[in-house]
Every structure is written in C-alpha cells, then in structure tokens.
C-alpha cells in the first residue's frame, strides 16, 4: 500500500515533497532520517524527481530497495524526456509501472482499480475492458466500477444483447440503486414493456430498502405516468397508476411523504381509502425505522449501528427485508470481511436458495454443487441441523421422482450426524432430538431398515431422551408400525423403569398396548409389572414427603431459637382452619369481643336470576321493597377485599338506595352505567386487583327511591351488546322470575326468529292481527338472541288470529306460533311424578336396576314424563320439556348439509341388500350421532360459523347444547338396542374409537404437537372413520351378503377428512359455511399444515407456521400470510396428490368388490373441482 501511494505521489501526481515523506515513512518508519537526506535538498531542486531519486538513494542499505529506486531512476529518466511533448509515452510507461507491479499482486484491488482509470483517461476502452474482465474473475466489482463500464460500452455503442448480459452481470455484483437507475433509465429507451420488465425488478431489488427505495418507486411511478401522458379516458393505464401508487405506499422509506404528495397530485379529489390506509400504516412503520436511521446518520453509517439495525429487521422475520439490508450493509461497507461472512453464512438465506433452484428445475448437479457451499457455512448446530434437513430431503424428493434409491439420502444423514456431532459436540448438536428421530423415521419407512432406526432411537434415549414419555411412546409407535410387536413390547418394559416426566402415560399406553396386541397373558404380565411400578413410584413420593414434613428442621435465623421443645412440632400438626388470634384483623377482633355467643352459620353465596354468584354484603333482610330496607350499611372488613370502597360523599347517617348490577362486560366503565340509568350518584363497580378490567359486577347508588324503581325497571338493559342484571341489593333475596309461568291466552311464544329481527320489526309483523301491547326478544346472557321471543297483545281474539294464520314470514324465515306456556318448575320439595330409577329393595338380594318393562307397553302418561321416550318412539307430539330439550339438535338439522354418511349407507346398501325400513333407522342412527358430535366439536374448536350459520352454542348457550349432544347420544344408543344387542356393541366399540381420535386431534393442538402423516392418518381412521364403520358393521348386521370393506372404509374416511383439510385453506365457499381458514384460527393439526411444518427449511420450533397456530389468530392477513407459506412449500400440491392417489385405491377397491355405481357417484362428487 505504501509503495503503490509512493509511486503515485512521484509519478503522476509530481507531488514530491509528499513523496519524500511517504516513502521515508515506508522506509524507517518513526527512525530518524538518513544522513543526507534534508528537506532542504529536496526543496533546492523540486521539480526534478532524479535529483530527488539520487538523493535519497545511496543512504539506503536494503539491495531490493536499492534496486527498487534505481528503476524509478531509469524511469523518471525516460518520462523527463517525453514529457509533456508526447504524454501518451509518459501514460505508457506508467502502464508499464503498474503491469509490472500486477504481476506481482494481480489480485490487488486498488491497483487494478488505478490501472483502469488511467486506461479510460487515455481512452483505451477496449484494453480497460480486458483490465475488468480481469478484475472480475477475481472477486466482485465496486458499483462505480460497473457504472463506468456500462457507460463506455453504452458510448460505443453496444448491442443490446451486450448491454443486457452486462447490466445482468453488474446488479448480480452490486445491487445498488446507481445502477438499477443506469438499468431502467437503459431500459426506457427500448420498448415500454421491457422497461416495466426491469422496472419489477429493480423494485424487487432494492425496493423495499429504506433508505433509496423511495426512488426506485418514483422513478417506475414516473415512467407510468409519462405513458399516461395526461389521456384520462386511458383507464386501464389509471387503473395500473394506482396499484402501483398502492404497493408503493406499502413500503416504509424515506421518500413516503414525497410519494404520497405525488399521489394526491395525482388522484386529485378520488381518494383511494385503500391506498390511504396502506400510506397510514406504513407512516407508522417508519417511526420505528426512522430510529435507526438517524443514528446511522449520526454515526456516519457505522457498521456497530447497522448491525443494531439488522438485528431489528431479523427480528421482523421478513427474509425479503434481511437480504434487501444486508445488501445495503454491504453497498456501504464492500471491505469487512465479517459481514460478508455473517452475510454468506445465513441459513436462511442458503435454504430458500436451495429451494428456489428445485423450483425452477435445475440440474441435480447444480444443486448438489450449490449444497458444498452451503454447508461451508454452518457456523452452529441449529443452523447446521436446518440445512442438512433441507438438503437431506430434497434429495429424498429425488430419490422418490426418480429410481426410489435412497442410499444417497441414507448417506448425508450419516454424514451429517457424524459431522454436526464433531464440529459442535456429542452432547450439544442435537439435544431436543429432531435429526435424528427424522433420520430415523427415514430409516424405518424409506430403508425398511428397522435395525438402523432402533440403533438410532436407542441413541436418542440413552442421551438423556429416556426420562420423557413422550419420546417412548414415539419410539414405540415407529417399531410396532414398522417394527415387530415383539421389539415395540421390549422397549414400553424399559419405559417402564426410566420415564420420569410422565409415567401414568406410559403405564396407560402400555395396558392399552397389550390389549390390542397381546395375549390374557401378555396382558397379566403388564398389568403386574405395571402395578408394581406404581406401587414403588407412590412409596417413593410418600418416603419424600415424609422427609419434607420432619419437624427436624434448622432454625432460621428469624425462627425463636428459645422455644419450648416440641412447641414447633405441635404447631405443625395442629390443623389450621382460619387465622391465628393475633393475626385477626382489628375489626374482627372487635366485633369478637361485643358479639359473644355462637358464630353465625355461613352461607354459601346465592345467585341471581340467571345463576350469577352474587357477592355476599351484610344488610338487613327484606320482606318488602322500602326505603328502610334498600338503605345499604358500609361492608364489614371481612368483605371489604371484593368490595368497592364506599362514597366518601355520603355520610355516616345518609340514607342510600343501591341496586346491584351483573353480567357486565369487563371492560364497563363507570361513565357506561351512568348513561343508561336516571339519578345516580356513584357507581362502584368491582375491579381484578391492580387491574383495569372489573369482575362484571358491583353497585349503583341512587339519589332517591323513585330512581331506584326505575333503575330496576330497567332490567336487562343493553350496555356494550350484553344485558346489564338489574336487581335489589339483597344477597339473601333470590330475585323471582318477573314473566308469568302458565297459559297466557294473550301471549304468543314465537320460534325460529331471525337472529338480526329487532322487537320493532316482530311488533311490524304481527301487528297486522291485532293491536300489540308488547314484544320481547329472548337473548342468551352474553346478549346475543336465542331465536325465539314473546308477543303480547291486547285481546285473546287478536292472539287467536295470528295462532291461526296458515304462514308468517319475517327476514325470509318461517315463524313458529303457540301460546305461551312455559312449564312449570317443580318445587325443590316436590317429588316428580313419575321416575325411571328402580326403588332399592330392602333385600340384601342385588337385583337389577334396569327396567325390564318392555317400552312398547308403556302408558301415555309415561311417555309424556319420559320425554326421550316421546320422541324417540316418535309420538306425533312430544312435550313441551321435550320440545325445549332438543331444540339445539332441531336447530342443528335443520342447517342444509351435504349428507354425505347417507349416501354412503345407501351405496353399501348395493352391496349388502338390507331393508329400507332397518336402513332408514341406521341412516337415522348415524345422523343424529354425526350432528350431535358437530355440536361437541364446535364447542371444543370454539367455531363461530357452522354451514354458514351461527353454531349451536351461540345460540343456546354452551351447557345447554353439551347436554343436548350428550342426550341425543343417548337416543341413539336407545335405537341401536331396539335394533339387535349386537348393535349396541358395535355402537360402544365405534364410538370408543371416534372419541379416541378425537382425543389425540385435542391433544396435538392444545399441546402444540405436531404430528406426522402416519399418526395423522392413524387419527382420521378412528375419529371420521368412527361412524363410517358404525354405519356399514350395522348393515352388515342384518345383510346375508359377505364382504370385507375394512379396507375401503379406511380409504373412504382419509379422502373424506383430507379434503375436508384442502377445502378449509383455500376454498371460498367453505370459508363461507364456517370461516375463513378456520383450521388456523382453532390451531388444528390438518393435512396440509403438518407437511408444510414437516418440510419447514427452519427449525421446528420457530416455524411461521407453528407460530401461527399457536397464537390461534383470527386475523385474515396473518392467515393469508400462512396460507402462502403452506403454498410455497408445495404441501397443497402435496395434498392434492395425497387425494388422487387415495381416490386411485378407492375406486380400484370399488372394482374388486364388484363394482358399485352409487358409489362411484359418491365419488365424482366428492372429486368435483377438486382433483379432476
């Protein structure tokens, strides 16, 4: 460096004074000068660089350096004879100077770079083309070096064929905005559509940086507007001005304000609300970024404050932002060899390289080649473990598209492993596992090899795998599905002594194991071994706790230390059932002292109307509504914890008329109640500790007894969408139903109202019978309607009317009409009429509790008590209690749905050849069972939409709809025993299984597990194949014909369940029926999201798409977001191909049996728009 600067100073720039010093700085460093050599001497003679050569050259000792002079010497001779009558000569030489010192560093940048300068001076353009070549076979080139060369080539002339690879080439080295902007403004001038090509992708490039991609932006905006050229009938050009305006708004950059000025300019007084908000949004953005943007400023584009900004833009997760910034990093920092490394080192970054080029189709060897770099890179176990992974199964999607040898992929698993475990440790490069239990599941499913895939499981457990129940009951799974039973049952004998976390788990799936493969004495054997081990973990626990309770304890240095012996033992097994005397609080102990006699009974806190706990507050008791009783006393200390303190406005001797207000919704504020009631003076609402959030309750003061009735009148009153519970502040007093319960001639009880109908538009309505003295719409507690309500009117006549109206229609529903007359509630002291629990007998002889009273002969009055009997015999009308019993059932049926089960039955039926009344009953069966089990599901995955309507639950409450499900069950079981005691059986054994696969779905998602496609599929069979098989095994009952549909029946629930997966992400009309991407809002496991998690390039545990599911989001943008990902990994593809092959082996299974066309109708339909 010090050499090249000497000979600049001396040769071209003639500075010699400057040279001098440089080069005895290059000399000797700090020592003194040479003798000899002066300023004074250099100063006599100072253009002439020979009497400056001789000068200094003889005190030099070094004979390189001697040398070294003597040919500047020789040199500087020549160029003082042909300067300045001939400089191209003197530029000659100079060439010559640095050729020469070329070969001795070609690789030098700045030489190179002084050398091509010099070169386009002279204007040798061709020979300073060559001198780039050159430079960029070494390494990549500086943007000013590639601006330079594009202008001379744009000067001479090039083709466009030449322009093109070149512009190719200088933004694959430097993706700056000086040369995008060379680029596009290039562009401009050959076709307006190959401009708007490079435009994309310049934006693409740097468009999203915040410091020039403002620019790129204005200049494409700029572009689109010159094609407008002001013509305003030129829609379509409008209509691309403004999408790009909308994707320019988006993106936060310095330039936004600009942007956005140009954007007003342009729309004029057509706002787009969607580009407003897009603007708005990214203005906000650009508050966090402009933070670092002015300390980039301030601290003159260090790279301590872009690493703090990278950090930020990583924790931002946007792949596209990380690589725009580390660009810009390096446009500002081309020479730090750390970011270039922290740069090339990104796995991230490696894998999407990796699996864009299996996108596009490149070569093998491509691939294989870009891999070698990769992993050069590693630089910690995660990411090492990522990027084999990514490799490591795009060669098994290789393998499987091509020869299906997967020797290749069972080698870079070794390899892997060996190397991971070397370069980061044997205990730390895989310490949760995964690589190698996918190795392993690779091993037993793609090598066939069981022997490897134990070795590696007994590797994983004998690392500190073993203590968890989950990893055994993994490995377990693996070897008895593509094991031996034998090899599974050795390993659940060794969970038994090692699991830790979980051992329940294992003792459970262990008994479960054996009974579904083991002999009686198989079956013995585990449960004694079981047994035993129980019995030795609870001694175990007992000894500990033992240890734990000793009196024998250290005295802490607070502890008494003279304390009587045995003092402490005696106080640690007395029992404590309240506070000790002394800690009694002040106002306890008082009222202890002046109230002796008996403690007074406590009582457990009443409830409201709606079954509200009210909080208990010590007032008088009242027989009546008086001012005296309504007067509220302060609350005692001992329930001042959940009480609002009193107003500190009234005083000791004030009367005050409270209400107590319930069913609130959290987030109330004093200021909400006061609006809606008349006369209030305080409002005292009970709050969650510290928190801002109240309990849904507390109490209002009112100025006089006249606000207070009114305050009551106002019952129900709506505040925030829920009915504020208005009642007297008396916990004593339950609150009676204030609506009469018998016949009212005059009342109408209204079913299948609308859940949007207002009382006015039901008052409108039957309004035309008759004058109508009231009308109330009946909501469940949260406020939303139950579709029901009341009508009053004036007269029985005008009742009568509207009763026997033959059609009432409102908001396109038909209404249901009938006198109101809610049953009565028996007395808590009442006994019912009737019962179907058997009395016990005074014999000690057991007898059986079941009625042996055949149904058939059973009297009216006994199926009117037994509601389940009315409608399950199908009486033409079921009671009232019935009526209300299954009205969430009723409403359930009566959604339109596909009937697909029925469907089925009836093309097995093709088949089996049964009775339509005998089928009709197992359609019935498995119906009822299939609608009750939507209900459950829909409470469990917290639905909102059911066939595009409202769940049950929202409807009629939760509680309410969970004991209906549970009831309709029930008939079910009750129509099987009609149908044959082996019915019953298949029915218990079926509906086992449905709830077996559906415990594991609950337990995959509220664990955030993510299962593989095996244990997935293993699911399907037994939750959607559970009535699948209930429905064909009943037929089969009562069938002369002989088949094994087994088989089928598997088939037919993974294509139904699977679609039913691909429809819920990316079908419109689903996301009509329930909601959009429902699957992601719930956190469910389906089909697609496991093999987009399963194939994810990043580690299983920070997988966008896990972390998706696990914040259970309802927000679109962020499922559209997930939904692409899940696309880009090809898992809808993969789908799609899962269905066609299943479709293949369903109609082939079809064909062996003998071929069904109902079936095969069944089929099509499934299939339409969705595989064919």
């Not at 650009?286 to 943007?293: D, G, Q």
């Not at 640690?572 to 403690?599: I, L, N, W």
Request: aromatic share 8%; proline share 4%.
């Amino acid at each position: 460096m010090q050499v090249r600067e000497f000979g600049k100073l001396l040769i071209i720039d003639r500075n010699y004074i400057l040279a001098n010093n440089a080069y005895m700085t290059m000399a000797i460093g700090n020592a003194p000068w040479p003798v000899g050599v002066t300023r004074s001497g250099i100063h006599q003679r100072p253009g002439s660089a020979k009497a400056y050569v001789s000068n200094i050259a003889h005190v030099l000792n070094d004979e390189t350096q001697r040398k070294y002079i003597q040919s500047f010497k020789r040199l500087m001779t020549r160029m003082q004879e042909y300067f300045p009558t001939d400089p191209s000569k003197c530029v000659e030489y100079v060439r010559t100077f640095f050729a020469f010192q070329l070969l001795k560093n070609p690789a030098d940048p700045q030489l190179n770079e002084e050398l091509i300068s010099l070169l386009r001076r002279n204007g040798d353009l061709e020979e300073a083309a060559e001198a780039r070549e050159k430079l960029a076979a070494q390494g990549p080139l500086s943007s000013k070096l590639w601006i330079e060369w594009i202008q001379d080539e744009r000067s001479a002339g090039a083709e466009r064929e030449r322009m093109e690879k070149l512009f190719e080439r200088a933004v694959f080295d430097s993706n700056s905005l000086e040369i995008w902007i060379e680029l596009v403004q290039w562009a401009c001038g050959i076709d307006p559509a190959f401009a708007r090509e490079k435009f994309e992708e310049a934006v693409s490039a740097v468009g999203l940086r915040v410091d020039v991609g403002g620019m790129i932006w204005q200049s494409y905006l700029c572009f689109e507007e010159a094609l407008l050229g002001g013509d305003e009938t030129n829609e379509k050009q409008i209509k691309a001005i403004k999408a790009l305006y909308k994707r320019a708004l988006r993106v936060p950059n310095v330039d936004l304000a600009d942007t956005w000025k140009n954007y007003l300019e342009f729309a004029g007084e057509n706002l787009d609300e969607d580009i407003k908000e897009a603007h708005e949004a990214s203005t906000n953005l650009m508050k966090e970024f402009s933070k670092f943007e002015v300390k980039l400023a301030e601290t003159d584009d260090s790279v301590e404050a872009f690493y703090e900004y990278l950090n930020f833009e990583k924790e931002k997760d946007d792949p596209g932002r990380i690589q725009s910034f580390y660009d810009r990093m390096l446009d500002k920092h081309p020479d730090d060899e750390n970011l270039w490394f922290d740069y090339g080192q990104c796995c991230a970054l490696w894998q999407q390289t990796l699996l864009a080029l299996e996108r596009a189709g490149a070569a093998a060897a491509e691939i294989d080649e870009m891999w070698i770099s990769a992993r050069e890179t590693i630089s910690s176990a995660d990411d090492g473990r990522a990027l084999y992974r990514t490799y490591l199964y795009m060669l098994r999607r290789r393998a499987d598209a091509t020869d299906k040898n997967f020797t290749k992929v069972a080698e870079v698993f070794e390899e892997g492993a060996k190397s991971l475990a070397e370069w980061f440790g044997v205990h730390e490069w895989d310490q949760q596992a995964a690589y190698r239990k996918n190795w392993a599941y690779f091993a037993y499913t793609k090598l066939n090899d069981a022997k490897k895939g134990r070795q590696i499981w007994d590797d994983i457990l004998a690392s500190g795998g073993g203590r968890f129940a989950e990893k055994w009951i993994e490995a377990v799974k693996l070897e008895r599905q593509f094991g031996t039973i034998e090899g599974a049952r050795k390993l659940l004998y060794k969970a038994l002594n090692s699991v830790s976390d979980h051992p329940t788990v294992v003792f459970e799936y262990f008994i479960q194991f054996e009974r579904e493969e083991g002999t009686l004495e198989q079956l013995d054997k585990a449960l004694e071994k079981v047994n035993a081990q129980a019995a030795h973990r609870a001694s175990r626990q007992q000894s500990q706790k033992q240890k734990e309770e000793s009196p024998e304890k250290k005295p802490h240095g607070k502890e008494k230390r003279g304390a009587p012996k045995g003092a402490e033992t005696k106080a640690v097994q007395r029992k404590r059932t309240g506070p000790e005397p002394d800690e009694s609080p002040p106002a306890k102990k008082q009222a202890e002292s002046s109230a002796p006699g008996p403690a007074p009974v406590q009582r457990s806190p009443s409830k409201d109307k709606d079954g509200f706990i009210m909080p208990m507050l010590p007032v008088k008791k009242m027989q009546e509504l008086s001012v005296q009783a309504i007067a509220t006393p302060a609350p005692s200390a001992s329930h001042a914890a959940d009480q609002p303190a009193e107003s500190s406005a009234a005083s000791a001797n004030e009367k005050k008329f409270t209400v107590f207000v319930s069913n609130l919704d959290f987030k109330t504020t004093p200021e909400e109640v006061k609006e809606v009631l008349e006369g209030v003076v305080e409002v005292r609402l009970v709050y969650r500790g510290m928190s801002k959030l109240t309990k849904g309750y507390g109490f209002v003061d009112l100025d006089s007894e006249k606000n207070l009735r009114k305050a009551l009148a106002n019952d129900r009153i709506p505040i925030n969408g829920r009915p504020m519970l208005i009642s007297i502040n008396d916990p004593e007093k339950r609150v009676g139903f204030k609506y009469a319960t018998g016949l009212e001639k005059t009342k109408l009880f209204v079913r299948n109202v609308h859940y949007d109908c207002t009382e006015d538009q039901l008052k409108e309505a039957f309004s035309a019978f008759g004058k109508v003295k009231a009308v109330r719409i009946v909501t469940h507690i949260s406020g939303k309607p139950k579709g029901v309500a009341y009508v009053e009117f004036e007269t029985e006549e005008d009742a009568q009317k509207a009763l026997e109206a033959p059609e009432i229609v409102l908001l396109e529903r038909k209404l249901h009409v009938a006198l109101s007359n809610p049953p009565r509630k028996p007395d808590k002291t009442e006994h019912p009429a009737s019962t179907s629990y058997a009395v016990p007998s005074s014999s000690t002889d057991r007898k059986t509790a079941l009625s042996l009273v055949p149904r058939g002969v059973k009297t009216a009055s006994s199926r009117a008590t037994n509601g389940m009997a009315a409608k399950a015999n199908g009486d033409a009308v079921a009671s009232t209690d019935e009526e209300h019993l299954l009205a969430p059932f009723d409403y359930i049926t009566s959604m339109p749905g596909k009937q697909i089960r029925g469907k089925l039955a009836m093309a097995f039926n093709v088949w089996l050849k049964i009775g339509s009344d005998k089928l009709s009953t197992i359609m019935e069966i498995v119906q009822m069972l299939h609608n009750a089990s939507l209900m459950i599901d829909d409470i469990e995955d917290n639905s909102v939409l059911r066939r595009g309507l409202p769940v049950t639950h929202h409807i009629y409450g939760t509680p309410r709809t969970i004991n209906t499900a549970n009831y309709v069950y029930f008939i079910a079981l009750e129509k099987c025993a009609r149908l044959s005691p082996k019915a019953v059986a298949i029915f218990a054994e079926q509906m086992l299984e449905l709830h077996r696969g559906q415990g594991k779905e609950l337990f995959w998602r509220d664990t955030v597990t993510c299962p593989t496609e095996s244990e997935y599929e293993e699911m399907v069979i037994q939750k959607t194949g559970g009535l699948f098989f209930l429905a064909v095994r009943l037929i089969e009952l009562f069938s002369e014909e002989d088949y094994d549909f087994a088989n089928l029946l598997r088939l037919m629930a993974l294509f139904f369940q699977i679609r039913d997966d691909y429809l819920n992400l990316v079908s419109d009309d689903m996301a009509k029926q329930k909601s959009f991407a429902e699957d992601l809002t719930e956190g469910k496991f389906s089909f697609p999201i496991i093999h987009a998690i399963r194939s994810s390039p990043v580690s299983s545990n920070d997988d966008p798409v896990l972390n998706i599911l696990r914040q259970r989001t309802e927000d679109v943008e962020v499922k559209k977001y997930c939904i692409n990902v899940i696309k880009e990994r090809n898992s809808f593809d993969h789908t799609l191909s899962k269905l066609r092959k299943i479709s293949e082996q369903i109609r082939a299974e079809i064909s062996a049996l003998g071929g069904n066309t109902k079936l095969a109708e069944v089929m099509d339909l499934l299939e339409r728009g969705i595989i064919n």
